[in-house]
C-alpha cells in the first residue's frame, strides 16, 4: 500500500522557537494533503486542507500566520508552527490522498509527530 | 454542524469475545464512513469504508454497519485477540471536499 512519512516522529522545542514538520508521501503523488492535531485522549481535528502549488484552506479557529503550510510539490507538504507555546504540545498527523483519475476516497496516514514545547 | 460520538470510550473484554463498537453521527448526509485503528503513539491505519449506499463492508474478522437513516455505525470483531488491543476511530466523510470528521475513539483492550 501507499506509505507516508513524517519526520520528525518527535521533537522537543523551547518556548518560542519555530518547528517545521515534513509529510511526504514516498511512493504516489499526493493530490491533497491535509493536517490534523491530536490532544491527548482525543480525537484527530482538522487543522487544514493543502493542495499542490496552492494556498492552504485552514479550518475555523487555526490560526494560518501559526500554523505555516507549504506544499511545494506532489510529494512534500510542510507545517511550519511558528512561536510555538506549551499549548500547541500535541500530536500533529497528516495524510495525503492519491492523484488519479478517478475520484479515490483513500486518505493515506503518516505515523504522526509529537511535539513537546517546554 | 456534523458531530460524531463512539460508545463507548473505552472497553476491555477477555481473549475469545465478540465485540460491538458503536458510532453516531448527528447528519445523516453523509459521502461515507470509515473505520480506523490507531496504535498507541502511531499514526491510523484504515480498516473498513461504508459508502453512504451501502450496509455494511467486512474484511475477516471484523464486520462495519451503516444505517444512515438513524446516524450509527457498529463495528463488530469476532474472536478478539490480544493484538486487537488499539484505539478504534470512526470517520464520516460529509461531501467531496475530503475533509474527515473523527470521533473521539473507543480504546478497547483485549486481556490475553
Known amino acids: 500500500g501507499a506509505v507516508v512519512s513524517q519526520h520528525p516522529s518527535w521533537v522537543i522545542c523551547k518556548s518560542g522557537t519555530s518547528v517545521k514538520i515534513e509529510c511526504r508521501s514516498l511512493d504516489f503523488q499526493a493530490t491533497t494533503m491535509f493536517w490534523y492535531r491530536q490532544f491527548p485522549k482525543q480525537s484527530l481535528m482538522l487543522m487544514a486542507t493543502?493542495?499542490?502549488?496552492?494556498?492552504?484552506?485552514?479550518e475555523q479557529g487555526v490560526e494560518k500566520d501559526k500554523f505555516l503550510i507549504n506544499h511545494a510539490s506532489l510529494t512534500l507538504s510542510t507545517l511550519t508552527v511558528t512561536s510555538a507555546h506549551p499549548e500547541d504540545s500535541s500530536f500533529y498527523i497528516c495524510?495525503?490522498?492519491?492523484?488519479?483519475?478517478?475520484?479515490?476516497?483513500?486518505?493515506?496516514f503518516g505515523p504522526g509527530t509529537r511535539l513537546t514545547v517546554l | 454542524k456534523q458531530e460524531v460520538t463512539q460508545i463507548p470510550a473505552a472497553l476491555s473484554v477477555p481473549e475469545g469475545e465478540n465485540l460491538v463498537l458503536n458510532c453516531s453521527f448527528t447528519?445523516?448526509?453523509?459521502?461515507?464512513l470509515q473505520w480506523f485503528r490507531q496504535d498507541p503513539g502511531k499514526g491510523l491505519t484504515s480498516l473498513l469504508l461504508i459508502q453512504s449506499s451501502q450496509r455494511e463492508q467486512t474484511s475477516g474478522r471484523l464486520n462495519a454497519s451503516l444505517d444512515k437513516s438513524s446516524g450509527r455505525s457498529t463495528l463488530y470483531i469476532a474472536a478478539s485477540q490480544p493484538g486487537d488491543s488499539a484505539t478504534y476511530l470512526c470517520?464520516?466523510?460529509?461531501?467531496?471536499?475530503?475533509?474527515?470528521?473523527f470521533g473521539s475513539g473507543t480504546r478497547l483492550l483485549v486481556r490475553p
Open positions: 493543502s493542495n499542490e502549488g496552492s494556498k492552504a484552506t485552514y
Open positions: 470517520a464520516v466523510r460529509m461531501d467531496s471536499s475530503y475533509k474527515l470528521i
Open positions: 447528519d445523516s448526509a453523509i459521502y461515507n
Open positions: 495524510s495525503a490522498r492519491i492523484r488519479r483519475p478517478s475520484d479515490t476516497d483513500t486518505q493515506y
